[in-house]
């Protein structure tokens, strides 16, 4: 039996892989008395009073809603968001194993932005924090900006910053692996949706020297309309020596390959024209841009994938259930670019000098330290830029 066919069975007799338990016991009248009428009058009205109280009252200060249409639901594309429904109810177990983090599944039958942004707003006072899944771009940047924009818990898309805080921890030590700076490197990243931006955008804001981003149509370029607004802003960003053409041109020179694309696209002649000591992060699952031992055989001397079955998972387990968790601990009002930036250099800083190596770049995603190593670092960052509460 292959890991799909387990799964399917095991989800039929799980039947669901979170549920609802009570805290209080409920075994005498009293009981009933102090958990529901007539003592709960009594912490409604303190919250109808002041409406902070409901996050030390309530359930809130450890709750998030994990959000999808149902769009972009790991590699099976728009499939609906019931059917997206065992993802999230993963992603809801997760926060909970890594991070202790109460989490919810909510699957919204709505593409339009502003029903999506008005549904999860509305119901954004019974949760502490939202996450966004599984929705396609360009759709899903509008409809983060547009909740953290009335929201007043943090909003965060996984699909982007998640990745992005991931892919950046495992760069940093995969540069120390190869011995060069984020500042003399080039990386090309394939795949110009929502991962593949946010990526972009904090490896910039990390020093990385040069960045050419590709998409399907080819280099990302300003000028052409193909493009979508997104993409045309990363245009003006990236790709400071005006490179023409598609992957093949982007990555001639290259110090490192980060593929949030398609399976097989990265070919072997390819990696043979990157710089010496190059490193591939193929992300692409199932199958990866390259295979590794493809990779390898081609020059690259680090390569890393979306797989457990292979070494250097990219896995954004290391980064969401920590991050929300720094966030929840100090009531931060939203999860900004300090806060992920921390998050990348708390997940590396967990990988020692005398562990680092080619095949262990990033720490074991089953490693019970990364929780509350990224949750502390977060805390830190939300208090130094003035978003925490607490």
């Known amino acids: 039996m292959d890991i799909r066919e387990e799964s399917l069975q095991k989800h039929y007799q799980w039947k669901g892989k979170i549920e609802v338990t009570a805290v209080p016991e409920l075994n005498t009248a009293h009981d009933l008395s102090l958990a529901y009428t007539p003592g709960v009058a009594e912490p409604c009205m303190v919250i109808h009073n002041d409406y902070e109280k409901s996050f030390e009252l309530t359930r809130r200060s450890n709750l998030v809603a994990v959000v999808t249409d ?13 059917a997206g429904m065992p993802v999230m109810e993963g992603k809801c177990a997760l926060f909970k194993a890594f991070a202790d983090v ?23 006072g019974s949760f502490g924090g939202i996450n966004l899944e599984d929705i396609a771009a360009p759709r899903c940047f509008e409809i983060e900006r547009k909740l953290k924009e009335i929201c007043d818990i943090p909003v965060f898309h996984d699909d982007q910053h998640g990745t992005a805080v991931v892919v950046a921890a495992a760069t940093i030590n ?28 904090h490896m910039l804001r990390l020093g990385v020297g040069d960045l050419i981003m590709v998409d399907a149509k080819g280099i990302l370029d300003e000028n052409d309309s193909d493009f979508n607004p997104a993409q045309i802003e990363m245009a003006k960003l990236t790709n400071k020596e005006n490179v023409k053409g598609g992957l ?7 110090d490192l390959f980060v593929g949030v694309s398609a399976p097989n696209v990265l070919k072997e002649e390819m990696v043979k024209s990157m710089n010496k000591d190059a490193v591939v992060f193929a992300m692409a699952n199932p199958t990866p841009e390259i295979m590794p031992d493809v990779a390898k055989k081609a020059g690259a001397r680090v390569v890393g994938t979306g797989r457990s079955d292979f070494p250097n998972q990219i896995n954004n387990v290391l980064a969401f259930p920590g991050i929300f968790r720094g966030a929840l601990d100090c009531r931060a009002k939203e999860i900004n670019d300090d806060m992920n930036v921390a998050a990348s250099y708390a997940i590396a800083g967990l990988v020692t000098e005398d562990k680092l190596s080619e095949d262990y770049i990033l720490p074991d995603a089953l490693d019970k330290r990364i929780g509350k190593a990224v949750a502390a670092a977060v805390t830190e960052a939300a208090r130094k830029s003035g978003v925490a509460q607490l």
């Open 174 to 201: 995969a540069m120390k692996v190869v011995n060069k700076q984020l500042k003399d490197i080039k990386v090309v990243i394939n795949g110009a949706g929502s991962a593949g931006i946010a990526i972009a955008k």
């Open 102 to 124: 109460d989490a919810f599944p909510i699957c919204v039958r709505s593409k339009d932005v502003d029903e999506i942004v008005r549904t999860v707003y509305l119901i954004s």
């Open 248 to 254: 093949a041109e982007a990555i001639k020179g290259a």
């Open 70 to 82: 149902g769009t972009a639901v790991l590699g099976l594309g728009d499939i609906g968001p019931e």
